[in-house]
Nanobody, 122 residues
Framework: LRCSCRRGGGVVQAGDSLRLSCAAS????????MGWFRRAPGKDREFVAA????????MYGDSVRGRFTVSKDSAKNTVYLQINSVKPEDTAVYYC???????????????WGQGTLVTVSS
């Protein structure tokens, strides 16, 4: 998997919105769970969101619930992370990955993307 920022990605200001994309290099099976994690400097990797590819069921971490939204474009084999009302605390490297089971644990995911740095200025 590889990740890239769309409009608003990279260095953004507090209150902005942006969308991250994760394009799969291979087939995304319908049973897969696509997850988003983030890691801030000096902190452990944090679960952000997940979505089951087949039925688009989603789950969000407590720190992002209500502001972040996971979506997909099956034709483009891509999963998105929409971030609204971005805060300085959202500054981190964001990663996408796939899992064969519903999980919030990074150890259950594989085929990690390279990560996308989001820096939020206040």
């Amino acid at each position: 998997l590889r990740c890239s920022c769309r409009r608003g990605g990279g260095v953004v200001q507090a209150g902005d919105s942006l969308r991250l994309s994760c394009a799969a290099s291979g087939r995304i099976y319908s049973s897969y769970v696509m997850g988003w994690f983030r890691r801030a400097p000096g902190k452990d990797r944090e679960f952000v969101a997940a979505m089951r590819w087949s039925n688009t069921r989603t789950m969000y971490g407590d720190s992002v619930r209500g502001r972040f939204t996971v979506s997909k474009d099956s034709a483009k084999n891509t999963v998105y992370l929409q971030i609204n009302s971005v805060k300085p605390e959202d500054t981190a490297v964001y990663y996408c990955a796939a899992s064969i089971q519903w999980s919030t644990q990074a150890s259950e995911y594989f085929n990690w993307g390279q990560g996308t740095l989001v820096t939020v200025s206040s």
